[in-house]
């Protein structure tokens, strides 16, 4: 059975096996705040038991951003009038291109658990109702919560979830496994979270997207190598250097062949932000 377990007053996560996810639960006077929903049917039905053992308060949500493992159980979790918040580039990849993102992950999970992948693609898609622009703060009975932006990384539109000092970082921050880049805008992320350690002080809980709970160091240490990846790739770049070649002498090497395939996607994202960023020259 997976249980929350109480991270801070008022504040459980629960680890979810699959992927290890963080979801999180903030209990109020008057309400609750759940904090991303999973993967498919199955895996959010569990979720609701183990929130139902923890509070039957009533229930809003939180999507920290689009993936599949972050809110694709929002609509066996959401009631009718249950507010689900999320940012607004969120928010526009479900409403736009969730069915595409849904057919895209079903084949890609295919090889690796066919029924996981089969129930991911029977998920009915509900999107966040409540767009979130740079910041929003909810009250739940006596309790402020608050949803922030800090700028592009993991994707376009990263939500962070602080209550008192506990926060919440999505995938911005993993523990345990190298960084997401498949959406990632690598040449934003370093300064994102640069921002975002600014946040954290000194007693600061920082809940994972995936992974153990970690501290705002861990913060520091995350900006520090995504920081020097940058770099790797603006240098690159301008050398027009292989993608394969960049990835192999990044940090993220030393996660073996999930980061080497994380690296790619990052110097292959990073190269066309930088393509963008060229004004066209006649020569």
């Known amino acids: 059975m997976t249980e929350f377990t109480e991270l801070a007053d008022g504040v459980f996560v629960l680890v979810y096996p699959y992927l290890r996810v963080n979801c999180t639960l903030i209990t109020g006077e008057t309400g609750a705040l759940l904090v991303d929903t999973l993967s498919t049917e199955s895996q959010a039905r569990e979720l609701q038991e183990a929130v139902l053992r923890v509070t039957t308060k009533p229930l809003g949500i939180v999507n920290t951003h689009f993936h599949f493992d972050h809110c694709f159980g929002n609509a066996t979790l959401a009631g009718p009038a249950t507010p689900i918040w999320g940012h607004r580039e969120c928010v526009r990849e479900l409403r736009e291109h969730g069915r595409e993102w849904q057919r895209s992950w079903e084949q890609e999970l295919l090889a690796d658990d066919e029924r996981i992948a089969r129930e991911l693609g029977r998920v009915v898609l509900r999107a966040p109702d409540s767009p979130v622009e740079r910041e929003d703060l909810i009250d739940i009975g006596g309790r402020q919560v608050r949803l922030s932006w800090h700028g592009r990384g993991h994707t376009a539109g990263d939500l962070v979830v602080r209550v008192d000092d506990v926060l919440v970082a999505g995938d911005l921050v993993e523990e345990g496994a190298p960084p997401g880049f498949a959406d990632s805008f690598p040449l934003d992320w370093p300064e994102t979270l640069l921002a975002l350690s600014r946040t954290a002080g000194p007693d600061t809980v920082v809940v994972p997207g995936h992974g153990e709970i970690v501290d705002a160091e861990f913060l520091t240490i995350a900006h520090d190598e995504l920081a020097a990846l940058d770099w790797l790739i603006r240098d690159a770049h301008g050398d027009s250097g292989d993608v394969a070649k960049v990835a192999a002498a990044s ?17 292959r994202r990073g190269y066309a932000q930088l393509d963008a960023a060229t004004p066209n020259t006649i020569g």
Do not use: K, P, Q
């Open 251 to 267: 940090s993220l090497a030393r996660w073996g062949e999930a980061g080497l395939r994380e690296a790619e996607h990052a110097v």
